[in-house]
């Protein structure tokens, strides 16, 4: 796991040695500071000799060495520059490092995105919405947290401890052992909490997960919710995920506050134990008062990069939990995989073949419903076939394979010839007009939604389109006309509109295949039969596919296939089928007398 964002961090390789080398210069300057009252305390103050590096540097009769009042005025001034320096580079390594975290979150968000995009339908069928948002755009920080709380913290601490040890057992290597040796008790603190830890904070975001996903599913179908009076049992359940979600908070933000407030503690004892130990040799005088001063104030620092590498520690744990979440999902292969030599459909007729496919659907417990078995059937291009069958038998499952949504558990199917698995999706799917049960609306302008397909089309293209699929008249009424924006997922569209739009949408996407699925469910008959009437020209030279529960608008069907529970139980002509008196004469005559 932390390999995968230790990839993402490598991109960044020059920005973050940058920041890793002011850091570390920054610790020198925060390393220093105690140097300088040193000096007033031992040779201002007292009389001291003068350090090595002193008289080094200025020799032996300068005018600081010589005179105290100099000596006293130069140590304030370099603790006014330490301060200065120290401050003004913690600045700049805090910009650059919330830059560059950014960057990297930014990167991982596009990563996941782009994933998802890829994803097959299946996937979202078992993967709720809200849960993936939550994923995409917090989990994802983990980068952030990664570099800004993990591996800059630990690296500035380390270094600052590498160079306190070295100045302390300097001055005292006892005392310094003695300081040291709290680091592996918090080592063993650490492991004895570090599965608790991630435990509380796997089962902290994933109930996070749940959460949002049940909110953003309640307000995509508040209408229902009212509609059905159904508030009060809403809030209720809104409620049992708010509580699920609170108790793991605190759970897991017990566990790692227990954890932090523990190693405060055994720091302290250890400070206490070691100003004991260190006013002993102050008293034996086997120590100078600024020795023990530069002693004491390193132990109180000593104490911060031991914390902070122990927090980054017990960070680290829990951005283990979250970046799985992230890569979960990154790393899963549930894509409709596209073949590395995959090729692309040039010229393609429209010649359909499905050959012996049976399909189903896998469900969040793994479980398998089949759903359609060894369906196969040969269509010629620019043919019109139509899918008829009771509700729920299959037939846009079919249409799904077709578009390659999801791939069949077995069998093949083939577009002139070639079997769909082995083109560039993108490829298979230019050839594609497609409107689905569902007509889809974006929220953008009516102009754009049914350019969706086609994004080059000129306006009068638009206008063509609309004009066969019926629109253009209630379009022309709309304030703006094309120009009018259309609200979240088209509300303020009537479902026959809306279906209307999809229509256009295929018909301006000038694919050789042509899908509707139940393109007139939500429209009246007369204008049913305009807009089929229009289909004809639109769909000239086009392999065509129909799905209809509205028999009487498949009549001139090329070929007509009758599914029942997922198998194909009959083709043929209107004529043929009607005569054969099996299934498709039954459906008909039911609904001609309906
Ligand atoms: N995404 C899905 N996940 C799980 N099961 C599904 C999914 N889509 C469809 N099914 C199931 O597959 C079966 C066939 O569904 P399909 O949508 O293909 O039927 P249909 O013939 O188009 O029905 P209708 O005439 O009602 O549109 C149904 O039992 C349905 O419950
Ligand atoms: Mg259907």
Not at 175 to 181: P, Q, T
Not at 316 to 335: P, Q
Not at 415 to 442: C, T, W, Y
Request: include cysteine; charged fraction near 15%; proline fraction near 3%.
């Amino acid at each position: 796991m932390f390999k995968r964002l230790f990839q993402y961090v490598a991109e960044y390789k020059g920005r973050l040695w940058l920041i890793i080398i002011l850091g570390l210069l920054g610790v020198g300057f925060e390393v220093a500071k105690p140097l300088p009252i040193k000096l007033v305390i031992d040779n201002v103050l007292s009389s001291q000799p003068l350090p090595g590096i002193i008289t080094y540097f200025f020799g032996n009769n300068s005018a600081i060495t010589e005179n105290k009042h100099y000596l006293l005025y130069a140590c304030v001034a370099l603790m006014v520059l330490l301060s200065v320096c120290s401050v003004i580079i913690t600045l700049f390594v805090f910009n650059l490092t919330v830059r560059l975290a950014q960057g990297l979150v930014f990167n991982l968000m596009i990563d996941f995105f782009s994933k998802l995009q890829r994803m097959s339908l299946s996937f979202y069928s078992r993967n709720k919405v809200g849960d993936l948002l939550q994923r995409m755009s917090g989990d994802v920080f983990v980068v952030y947290f990664l570099v800004a709380q993990i591996i800059l913290p630990a690296l500035i601490s380390l270094v600052s401890l590498a160079a306190m040890f070295y100045i302390m057992m300097k001055i005292d290597l006892v005392l310094a052992i003695v300081a040291f040796s709290v680091i592996p008790v918090l080592a063993i603190t650490l492991a004895f909490f570090a599965k608790p830890m991630n435990d509380t904070t796997t089962v902290q975001y994933k109930t996070q997960g749940l959460f949002s996903a049940f909110l953003q599913q309640s307000l995509s179908s508040m209408k229902i919710i009212q509609a059905f009076g159904r508030e009060s049992f809403m809030h209720q359940k809104l409620k049992t995920h708010a509580e699920a979600f609170s108790n793991a908070f605190i759970m897991a933000n017990k566990v790692s506050m227990t954890f932090n407030q523990l190693s405060f503690l055994i720091t302290g004892i250890a400070s206490a134990v070691l100003v004991l130990l260190g006013a002993f040799r102050g008293l034996n005088g086997t120590m100078s008062v600024g020795d023990l001063f530069i002693f004491l104030g390193y132990l109180t620092a000593l104490y911060g990069p031991v914390n902070s590498l122990t927090t980054a520690i017990g960070a680290a744990v829990a951005i283990g939990a979250r970046g799985k979440r992230v890569f979960d999902i990154l790393d899963s292969d549930e894509v409709v995989k596209e073949k590395h030599n995959a090729i692309t459909a040039t010229d393609t007729k429209g010649a359909i073949e499905f050959r012996d496919v049976s399909f189903g659907y896998i469900d969040e417990d793994e479980v398998r419903n089949p759903v359609l078995h060894n369906i196969s059937f040969k269509v010629s291009p620019g043919q019109v076939i139509a899918l008829v069958g009771p509700t729920g038998t299959g037939k846009t499952s079919i249409i799904s394979l077709l578009a390659r949504f999801y791939d069949p558990w077995k069998g093949e199917i083939l577009m002139d010839g070639v079997d769909i698995a082995d083109l560039k999706l993108h490829s298979l799917r230019e050839n594609i007009s497609l409107v689905l049960q569902e007509p889809f609306i974006f929220p953008m302008t009516i102009g754009e939604n049914i350019a969706f397909g086609n994004p080059d089309a000129s306006f009068e293209e638009i206008v063509e389109a609309a004009k066969g699929a019926q629109a253009h008249e209630f379009i022309s009424k709309l304030p703006n006309g094309y120009e009018t924006s259309i609200s979240e997922a088209g509300a303020s569209l009537s479902g026959g509109e809306k279906q209307r739009i999809s229509i256009a949408r295929a018909f301006l996407k000038k694919a050789p295949i042509l899908i509707l699925d139940e393109p007139t469910s939500a429209v009246d008959a007369q204008t049913e039969a305009k807009i089929f009437k229009a289909l004809a020209k639109f769909s000239k030279g086009k392999t065509v596919f129909l799905i209809s529960h509205r028999l009487s608008t498949l009549k001139h069907a090329d070929q007509i296939i009758t599914i029942q529970n997922g198998i194909i139980v009959e083709m043929g002509t209107h004529d043929a089928l009607i005569k054969k008196g099996l299934l498709y004469a039954d459906l008909y005559k039911y609904h001609h007398f309906n």
